[in-house]
Nanobody, 127 residues
């Protein structure tokens, strides 16, 4: 049974950092792309990062480029999202997801390409 579990969210001040984890079970991470999505209150869920299968190619949305880093530890079957220089507009529930594809789309993670989702973890950036 495919399962994704996010952790690491919380409350942080602007300019601070958080590291989110996405622990996978029921499948081997290095064969599939993993996307990170976020959904702010009153807004649609948006794809912000993706990491491909074992070759590790990545996609970053412009809104997070230079501040967020996605990485994977295949031995732990876990993907990480390091978030630095956080801004209030980063406040959202963050979700990791996977689907049938090995590579990330060059146009960013698309909701329809992902079949399995974690429960989400809340990130709040506020002073």
């Amino acid at each position: 049974q495919v399962q994704l579990v996010e952790s690491g969210g919380g409350l942080v001040q602007p300019g601070g950092s958080l590291r989110l984890s996405c622990a996978a079970s029921g499948f081997t991470l290095d064969y599939y792309a993993i996307g990170w999505f976020r959904q702010a209150p009153g807004k649609e869920r948006e794809g912000v990062l993706c990491i491909s299968g074992s070759n590790g190619s990545t996609y970053y949305a412009d809104s997070v480029k230079g501040r967020f880093t996605i990485s994977r530890d295949n031995a732990k079957n876990t993907v990480y999202l390091q978030m630095n220089s956080l801004k209030p507009e980063d406040t959202a529930v963050y979700y990791c997801a996977t689907g049938p594809y090995y590579y990330c789309s060059a146009y960013g993670p698309n909701l329809g390409d992902y079949d399995y989702w974690g429960q989400g973890t809340q990130v709040t950036v506020s002073s």
